[in-house]
């Protein structure tokens, strides 16, 4: 059993807020993260994958494959977009990092059917500072 | 003649797109940066002063000064903000890299006034491949 | 489950060396850390925390608390600080990392009782070569 | 139990093509990593020890140790060679990341008995974007 | 006036030896880069642009391009490359970084005529530890 | 004329603290970088030399060599050291960045003579968010 690890990057605006909540409420829970105008980060996508390396290639996966995979069903949807608003699997929820992880794993896991590798984990790191690890 | 450099870092939602132009030109013009949803990124700015050393201290400038400056004047403006609405010093501007690092630099040229030391740079990395710097 | 790491960074002295041993043995066993006059490190910590999201705010913890609970509890004792001599909960023991990935530990877990998070890990990067990390 | 990780550093050249295939079905399975004249990169290793902490010294392992096992049987043998010409270790196999990683555990496995401490992890970064864990 | 720094990345292999010395004065005056089976690295490529802001768009020169002139004049022609064997305007040098850099700046230099922007650095970072920069 | 620049790392002890003041002014002027029992950093010395490149090696100058000056004369003297008690270098001074980055400056000019290479600047990063440069 091996792991790959691939990282991608997306840059997107957000805002946490809670259109049942007061403005005062909002910004009481989530602080300067609740600003009506948005803020935004360059976040990174680190993807893992595990299996059996395939001994005609010496690849667990084809890293082509693994990041166009990634691209189309991730980032293209989410790179200089707003989490909020633009995002189809992100609709109706908060756009917590800890959200996002998880509705990026429900995404890229039926990709991984047929393959011989299975999803491992997504990472995304906000900030130097803050990061998520979902292992489904 | 030393040259001392303060690193903060704020995350900011911003687009650019003029609103004079319709929606088609923007696009053409600043391709996925025209997102009328905005995007967002970790900003990092590094502000350089120069100057002599203080014998006294052995400090060009106190850095708890530096960074308080830089703070107040700089970061708490803009992160978790929109450079684009809520930025009083950005207003009537494309929101570029190139004008915020100049529109930096016009903000914080005054608190060097009579302290001995003299801003040198503006520097501002919007993403890991991307960094503008301004030397006034 | 779902994890979330937040990073913290400190900078401190202090050296490896035995009271009840010679310098001779100090310095055969611990190298260039036995310095007497000391040396430093700019540490970085890494508090992994894992857990349930509350539906209410796509959190697993409120960023600010964790944050708030890692300075008051850990950074502040030990930001410019000397690891052998002016931290309690060092007192008696060789400030190797490893020791005090583990009393960093012990210090946090109180804190996450009731708060339906749980401590996960605690990495701790003394360089960019060195780093060490404890699940309890 | 606490788990303590090295990172060492070797700069190769390699390329993955296999000799019994042709130079087209190479190119349309390996890519631009099949070119014939080789291609190289910084590659990044981290090597994950665990047991438990030596009470006299507060050490898992003695660093210098552990740093001198990695550049002797590792390091020396990869650094600055051609992965698929100049390592008796990897000699008849495709020099993939993931190859790799599986051949520097066997190599180092042995160089742990009787010490009290466990391989846990080998953990290659060949990019800032891709990376291979193995846990033997 | 203001600049703009573009990061472009490319993985080459290379060697440090003169066909007209003998493998032994190579490896006397080049080291362990004589390698003659070759070593690479993960090169960073930083090149600075200098001008005015164009008032219309508020940028220097649009990334876009930018970054097109920089993968086609030169990405494209190394990475993945042997820098000795495959590159057209390195034939006849020695590949080091020093040399490399000029190279580039001398491609680079033609289509930046009639941009109302001026080339101002190449920067190449060979490894975390060594840069060469070159200003024309 | 082009430019070298090599990076080494040292780990030392300091702090900033005049004996001719009293513990209450070191402490006002100096902050928690005055603490009796001292504190310490992870630092990294780029050196940058520019000069012509010698037609012969393609080199500005020999790495091992810039590598070796800057070890023997420099990194031995600091790392695992305490910048105020161990440093002949910074007898006398006080232990800021600034004066450590003229300091070593002066130690390492005369090593440059005829050797057709000049000492360009020293920069010096304390954090990953201060840094010291100087150009002599």
Known sequence: MIY???RE???AAHK???PDWSDDKNENVF???ANPNWHGHNYQLFVTVKGEIN????FLVDLKWL???I???IIDKLDHKNLNLDVDFMKGQLSSTENLAIAIWKELIPHFEGTGATLHAIKIAETENNS???FG
């Open 31 to 33: 602080g300067k993260c």
């Open 16 to 18: 946490l807020s809670r």
């Open 71 to 73: 691209n189309i069903q």
């Open 9 to 11: 990057t997306f840059n």
């Open 55 to 58: 001994p005609e290639t010496g």
């Open 67 to 69: 990041k166009e995979v």
């Open 4 to 6: 790959i690890t691939r």
């Open 132 to 134: 998520i690890e979902y």
